[in-house]
């Protein structure tokens, strides 16, 4: 088994199979207007780097055996994708202190 205590970049777990990951959502994948949209102030207006953010969640999403955490910061940014995984049936983790 492998435990990591720091974070781990989709490179890191390719191949690899969680228990629960925890997926930190940054605000560079958002989904508003009824559509995923990009944040290309992080990224070059290349087509290819498109490809590679929803790559990258795609292997984080898909590491976990049991389950995945999803952890949305508190900015208003990913409000909108916080209630799209909400409405698709994720789970809220209430009562969980900092």
Known sequence: MIRSESGLCQFHV???EF???VVVW???L???DGGWKYDLLDYTEN???LGYIHNAYRVLLTRGRDWVILYFPD???LNSTYEYF???GF????GLKN
């Open 14 to 16: 390719l191949g690899l």
């Open 19 to 21: 228990c629960m990951p």
């Open 26 to 28: 940054k605000a560079d």
């Open 30 to 32: 958002k989904f508003y």
């Open 47 to 49: 087509h290819s780097k």
């Open 75 to 77: 900015i208003w940014e």
């Open 86 to 88: 909400r409405n698709a």
């Open 91 to 94: 789970i809220e983790l209430s």
